[in-house]
């Protein structure tokens, strides 16, 4: 294994005195080297374009997309995973992550997990991966064997199948669909992925979960409608988005998400359409969850 031809383990020109550094110097430098990041992720948003699109097309065949790596980039994963459901309020199978060394690897390494060619197909086994599921493979290395074994899997039972690296001609792209290549360069710290390559990942992924659910209809406007208010914060921000989507008063938001049995969607729809909670409800089911189609209904 040669390291040496990887732009993500090479050293940093700019940090070279990095240990004799301020602190001031030492943020300026991260600070710097941060930005460009988004730079990087820009010159890729075509091929995240046919990854989004592939997923949003998975979805409506009643798919999962499945996120999965080791290490920073597994935790990543599991991370964005977790997330769908209370923003976008999804089934925890939906969208789900798998981490190299199982649950466990998320706040301990498991040696030589990520190591495994077959390991990432026993666990891809177990979820009953299928023709109408993505498997997103996150590897900053771009050749993590754990990653390519799901890759392989994933396409053996023709699912599709996306990468995301940090190194330009990785090994993982050889067995996507969708190659993504954030080439982020030399970190600070040398070889320590968890900076710029682990904030470039993190940032498609951003981009990967939160396009493909507006594009199933769980956003109105820019606004979470889909969110589930399950403590006492995302109650009052459920409140706070009928009242933004409707113009109505604090008051009359309140007592339509009670009536609506907490749901947001069908509380928007209830007000903008004077309907009653089970025609907000069949109007939606009929608009594939759309609230703009679903008003034109009524």
Do not use: H
Not at 183 to 203: D, Y
Not at 236 to 249: F, L, N, P, S
Not at 258 to 280: E, F, P, R
């Amino acid at each position: 294994m040669d390291l040496t031809k990887l732009s993500t383990e090479t050293r940093n020109q700019k940090s070279m005195e990095l240990d004799m550094m301020s602190v001031a110097e030492i943020l300026k430098l991260m600070n710097s080297e941060d930005q460009t990041v988004p730079l990087a992720i820009q010159k890729q948003l075509p091929q995240i374009e046919n990854a989004v699109e592939t997923i949003i097309q998975q979805f409506k065949k009643g798919g999962r997309l499945i996120y999965l790596g080791a290490g920073t980039s597994g935790r990543l994963g599991v991370l964005d995973a977790a997330e769908c459901v209370p923003t976008f309020g999804t089934d925890p199978t939906l969208v789900q992550g798998l981490i190299a060394g199982g649950q466990s690897a998320m706040t301990v390494a498991v040696e030589g997990a990520e190591d495994s060619l077959s390991l990432a197909k026993e666990d891809l086994k177990k979820l009953d991966l299928n023709e109408n599921d993505a498997v997103v493979g996150l590897a900053a290395s771009g050749r993590t064997p754990y990653v390519i074994g799901a890759l392989k899997y994933a396409k053996n039972v023709n699912a599709a199948t996306i990468s995301i690296a940090c190194n330009k001609n990785a090994e993982i792209s050889k067995f996507a669909d969708y190659p993504i290549e954030v080439v982020t360069g030399p970190e600070v710290l040398t070889g320590s992925t968890r900076l710029k390559a682990g904030t470039a990942q993190k940032l498609v992924l951003n981009m990967i979960s939160t396009t493909s659910m507006i594009k199933l209809g769980k956003a109105y406007q820019n606004l979470m409608i889909d969110v589930k208010p399950t403590n006492d914060k995302l109650v009052e921000r459920a409140k706070r988005i009928i009242m933004q989507a409707t113009d109505c008063d604090y008051q009359t938001a309140e007592d339509t998400l009670q009536a609506a049995d907490q749901d947001v969607k069908v509380s928007i729809i209830m007000i903008l359409t004077g309907s009653d909670k089970q025609n907000a409800i069949n109007n939606l089911k009929q608009n594939d969850g759309f609230v703009r189609k679903a008003m034109k209904e009524d």
